[in-house]
């Protein structure tokens, strides 16, 4: 499945052509049901799916996404074990039997399910806890509710007028814009961990958060989250997989997919992995793959590929990230003719590395570096959060907030000061509740998982493939709130697990330090700035052959948009669109990229850039 979009109400199935704004592939498939109170278009992959929708007692249930297994008041239940053989929607059908509506709570899987009861004249509209696939939608002024899973199709729809407001400043400044908000005039994202029950006959609607992080210590030694943690991975790859489907991993010489590797130890899995050329991280992943008993694939991009990737990509983005984020997109066919489902580690870095919990770091000019410390900062306010979003703490390396061809006329700051705040429930942030100031600040990069920059990464592969991320269980985020603080800075729990899982795997040394995951986490952490020092002064560092070819799995876009036209032909093809938008300077677009040419890395506020002027909606709303 691909997405879902609707209206409710206002004469619903007049509407023929809206669902259409839906399809990314030729060979995708739209479904439809339409009455007078409901019109429903689902778009959706063959693999794993079954017929929809499913029905009980009158009520109907679409279900867009994946469901493996149950944490209801029994206790949790494996899908695979109790109902082996129902679709996902039959499976929620019989939940919802048992549970009423409060099933949705209970899940464990990424998704958005509709439910429909006509006689009682609702349809709930229910997100998964991260919010993982996003569901847009607008109140008409004639009593509709329309949404879509596709933001930029909501402004085809003919009872929608929209435009630009002051959230577009978040999106180039942070490469997304936060929480339920959008930067579009009343467009908003349903919340993560939501049931919103919609009246058919009114448009009326009311929202119910079933579930926030919420840091809860567990006073245990480290060793139990590791074997926790461990036991937990098992069984989530194990509810994701089959013995008659073709898996592929995304493979790094990293952790991440080298701990799926490791749960998929002689299964029928590929590990594909991308890069300009056959560096050590290559060479490490092919022996990831190899001692896993997988096969392996490389798969080359080309200096064009990030020109073809924002000729295709904008046009199916929802102003979260950048086109450089389809990771994939450009490898669909190459992929999808292989195998039937595709497994990632995304995520894992933020969710259980604790990348973005703010540490002390310590400048060495000497060897132009800062150095991480294994401790961890304070977790104390509200003014703390806004200072690390305007500081760029969870943004791209080296990217200037705002940009400077921005001109807004109230700051960024205030909009953000503005939006986060004590709320009655929390803290409030752009639509969204957190318990305390700790949550605010360890979680709210992942809750929802669109206000992660790299979004468009999950979100491609969504579109592209039947796509699993084991990372996503929900027995691991659970673990994962009970961790105390005093672990994040100085542990890897993803690392450690490995070594418990498969201490031959976690024998390879790491691509980029040059440690194996088998050593102390000291040795690894400080071990990586050594292994730099040796790359970069003792001429100890592989010589790629191109300019933007790295070391590690992806490309240098510093480099490449210096070597390169396609950012410069892009901005001056749209020249007369960036002059007539009156928060645009067109001087400043230039001055930006001259500046980057002079050895300045603007690629962050470069590719956001070029991502808006390719967007389809850009040129429906402003020219």
Known sequence: MVGICGTIGSDAGSDRSFGEALRWWDDEIVRRYDDDALSVHLSRHDFYDGDQPAEVDGVRLWVWGSIVGCDGPEGYTQRRDIHPDLADAAYCAR?????GI????????????????????????????????PVFYVRTSDGGFVFSSRI??????PAIETGFDRYIYEYFAFERVLGTRTPLEGIEKLPPASRTAIDVSTGESETAVYWRPEYRPLDRPYSYFVREFADRFERAIADRTSEDAEYGVLLSGGIDSRLIAAATLGSSVTGYHMNEWENREAEIAKEIASLAGHDYKFLKRDKDYQKRALRRNPSHMSFISSFDQGQAT????????????????LYSDVLYQHNYVPTRNIDIPVLGETI?????????????????????HYTRPDKSIPPL?????????????????QGRNGIRSHGVHYPSPIELIRSSYYYPITNAWSYFFHQSLVQ???????????????????????????TNIVNDALCKLSPKLASIPHANNGVKPSHPFLIRHFGTYAYKFNQRYLGREEKPSEPHHTTGSWTDDNELIRSTEFIPGTINEHKELIEEIDWLHWENVQETYRRHMEGENNRGELFPLVTFLEMPITTLLLS
């Open 95 to 99: 939940l919802y039997e048992q549970y």
């Open 102 to 133: 409060e099933f949705v709570e209970y899940l464990n899987g990424e998704f958005v399910i509709l439910v429909y009861d006509a006689a009682a004249g609702t349809v709930t509209l229910c997100t998964d806890r991260l919010g993982s696939r």
């Open 152 to 157: 930029q199709s909501l402004a085809r729809h």
């Open 330 to 345: 450009n490898f669909r066919d190459e992929i999808a003719d292989e195998l039937d489902v595709v497994m990632s580690g």
């Open 372 to 392: 991480t410390l294994p401790l961890s900062r304070g977790h104390d306010s509200i003014d703390t959060y806004i200072d690390l979003l305007l500081n760029g």
């Open 405 to 421: 061809y921005i001109e807004s006329p109230v700051s960024l700051e205030t909009i953000l000061r503005n939006e986060i705040g």
């Open 464 to 490: 592209m493939f039947p796509y699993r991320n084991p990372f996503l269980d929900i027995r691991l985020l659970h673990l994962q709130h009970r961790m105390p603080i005093k672990y994040h800075a100085r």
